[in-house]
């Protein structure tokens, strides 16, 4: 169990923060980093955020694996995106596929990174919440007033968190913060020490399934649940692997329409990846559904509005969104329905 004591407040928390702790690691990254092989085939090394790898599974089993002309390295971040961009500042990342909230942290630490793809949700459910556990005496986000709420900061869930409480008449600095990532958030939320958890799938449905805890609101209404594909600068500057970054953009987005029109497959291939119980990993399936969508201003503006949103808490400087996105790989995505 993690120590109660690692559980500092942190009601408002600096970018320079965020600078140092990259600054730190850049070093450690770059010595680290895959190089591309000797021979002439470009090596796309991607990334992916979570505690299982599935992007591999999702282009195998879509049928989207075959013929590529680049060889795809994958790596897994089991303490999310904010450690994946990291990577990417680094060297040793390509391209990393992570929710909206991330790249804003990015963009103010001078990050090189770009978002190239946008997704948006096909599921009528957010795959965020604000949950308590069942037999808690809170029914209300107005309840939360002076309670020790857990989510893992720079992510969706702090941002779902800040929006839930305004919506409540809460402000920030209302409630107590403890900051963890999510397998260490599911430990602490399941140890009671905590009030409620702004969590996200798969912990948010490995708790709410079996009935171990609530929802008291999920990100419905309150974020636009935008997914983003996000190239490091580095590898967009290299023409091999901005080629190899379009088709395997383009593979993907045909894969996940291959995936939200056999959910009963993919659940499966999910149980098994995750350990998860089939009828936890059919809930992650179910409120996880996206499609790839063009970059249109309405994109850009649901980053804007959140980046100024975190901006009025001191979580992020004032930020100009329009300098994350590249459209110069311009992926052709495919028509059809998304379910």
């Not at 591309?36 to 796309?44: E, I, M, R, W, Y």
């Not at 992510?155 to 779902?160: D, F, G, H, P, R």
Request: aromatic share 6%.
């Amino acid at each position: 169990m993690t120590s109660i004591s690692r559980w500092l407040p942190s009601p408002r928390r600096r970018v320079p923060a965020l600078v140092l702790a990259i600054t730190t690691v850049l070093t450690a990254l770059s010595a680290c980093g895959s190089h591309d092989s000797d021979n002439n085939t470009a090596v796309l090394r991607v990334g992916e955020i979570g505690a299982f790898p599935q992007l591999k599974a999702l282009l195998h089993d879509s049928g989207q694996d075959q013929g590529f002309t680049y060889t795809v390295d994958y790596s897994l971040f089991p303490r999310l995106a904010p450690a994946l961009i990291q990577a990417q500042e680094g060297g040793s990342v390509d391209l990393g596929w992570m929710a909206d909230t991330v790249p804003l942290f990015g963009q103010a630490a001078n990050n090189r990174i770009k978002i190239i793809a946008a997704e948006r949700p096909l599921s009528p459910s957010s795959p965020v919440a604000l949950i308590v556990p069942t037999d808690s005496p809170i029914h209300t986000v107005a309840d939360l007033k002076g309670k020790k709420i857990l989510y893992t900061d720079h992510t969706i869930m702090e941002y779902v968190l800040l929006k839930a409480l305004l919506s409540a008449g809460l402000s920030w600095s209302d409630v107590d913060h403890v900051t963890l990532t999510p397998a260490d958030a599911l430990k602490a939320f399941d140890s009671g020490a905590v009030g409620a958890w702004s969590a996200k799938d798969p912990e948010l449905s490995l708790e709410t399934v079996p009935g171990k805890a609530r929802i008291l609101t999920t990100g419905t209404g309150i974020t636009a649940d935008q997914w983003y594909e996000v190239a490091s600068e580095q590898a967009l500057a290299n023409p091999a692997k901005k080629a190899a970054i379009k088709d395997f953009v383009e593979r993907l987005a045909r894969a996940e329409l291959w995936r939200n029109s056999h959910l009963d497959a993919w659940s499966s291939t999910y149980a098994g990846l995750s350990g998860l119980p089939p009828e936890v990993a059919k809930a992650v399936v179910a409120r996880n559904l996206l499609q790839f969508v063009p970059v249109t201003p309405d994109i850009v503006a649901q980053q804007q509005k959140q980046a100024d949103e975190l901006a009025a808490i001191g979580a992020l400087p004032k930020l100009d969104v329009t300098g994350e996105f590249d459209s110069s790989v311009n992926p052709t995505l495919p028509a059809g329905p998304g379910r």
